[in-house]
């Protein structure tokens, strides 16, 4: 049920911010790859809030990381992890110029700072 939510808050940033139109955009966002891990129990009828922030951000490629957060709490009960590869919608290949300016302009705005450590 999780996952489902991950791939919701996703697809509302790239519709909202990204110019992203599923159903007709030239590109479309395959997952590759996904994985949630659960560091303390949400018991029902808990509402949960969801942080979204774009971890790498390759030619094609993206990885957000995800935080789930029981509302009013500052603790955080999973991270998420889910993989983008943008291809064309007909061929399903990435394109020789990666995923569109405005995909990757909307992208950056969530790109996590690298630690300086």
Avoid: W
Avoid at 11 to 31: K, M, R
Avoid at 32 to 53: Q, W
Avoid at 76 to 84: D, I, R, S
């Amino acid at each position: 049920m999780i996952m489902s939510r991950f791939d919701s808050v996703v697809n509302t940033y790239l519709i909202q911010h990204c110019s992203l139109h599923p159903p007709t955009s030239p590109q479309i966002g395959l997952v590759v790859h996904s994985h949630c891990d659960y560091l303390a129990p949400v018991e029902f009828p808990s509402v949960v809030d969801l942080a979204l922030r774009v971890n790498k951000l390759g030619k094609s490629s993206v990885t957000y990381e995800i935080g789930v957060f029981e509302r009013g709490q500052e603790e955080v009960k999973a991270v998420g992890e889910f993989v983008h590869v943008f291809v064309d919608r007909d061929s399903r290949r990435p394109g020789k110029d990666g995923m569109s300016g405005e995909l990757k302009t909307g992208l950056e705005k969530l790109l996590a700072e690298k630690s300086k450590l």
